[in-house]
């Protein structure tokens, strides 16, 4: 065996290996049996993109499903002023253009790469005939719906109803929940996260620092962030 074609056997069993890691994270798919996950293994592909790259964009054909393997991925919008509007940021074990799946339709929004990111694809008629194979798939996929749903009511209410402050701490609490620790990172850099609140980046950042004058929270750098007084920090 010449050296390319050992080279092209080693690339190959790695693409192989990280689409079944990749599928095996994902909850819509962990449930099959290793038969039926090596019939999804099959028929996906593995894609990378550095920091920075844009996977798709608002326009583009919608024509599959990306699962998250490793690294991060943001997924926002533009408003016809050009202002980023945050949706939400995908870890591993996340997926998006699943609407593609249901019917042909073209993205609402942009996918960036927020680090190195290694993704599985999958094309909408693949997936669509696994949906009919393995009903299981389809109720796991309403329940992602369904979650996302009730986050984004849950934040349209916050913005509308409850102060800049106010948003800023829960977030911050919900942080320390999910990441079952009180010095918290954040997932996302403050403009994201203005976006996500419905404010501004310089409005998070006052908020911040009132926090820590007031002496509930201790800023290390621009991500992480000690949380010295959670009770207080929930009657802001």
Known sequence: MTDKNK???????????SQKLCISIVPIFNHLDPPE???VVK????????????????????????????????????????????VRILEPGDFTGELSLF??????????????VELCVMGRDNFQQFLLKYPAIALKVLTEFSTRLAKTEKQ????????????????LA??????????VILPMSRKDLASHLGTTPETVSRKLTDFENAGWIKQNGQREIAILDLDALLLA
């Open 37 to 39: 996950m090596q019939e």
């Open 103 to 116: 019917n042909a339709s073209v993205h609402d929004a942009y996918a960036e790469a927020l680090e190195p």
């Open 156 to 171: 349209a209410a916050s913005i509308a109803m409850e102060s800049t402050e106010t948003r800023v701490a829960i977030y």
């Open 7 to 17: 080279y092209h056997n080693h690339h190959t069993e790695y693409q192989h290996e």
């Open 43 to 86: 028929e996906s592909h593995s894609i990378s993109r550095d920091k920075g790259h844009t996977i798709y964009q608002a326009g583009d054909k919608s024509d599959g499903l990306y699962i998250v393997h490793k690294g991060r991925v943001k997924i926002y919008r533009l408003s016809d002023n050009g202002k980023e509007q945050l």
């Open 174 to 183: 919900d942080l320390v929940e999910e990441q079952k620790r009180s010095d």
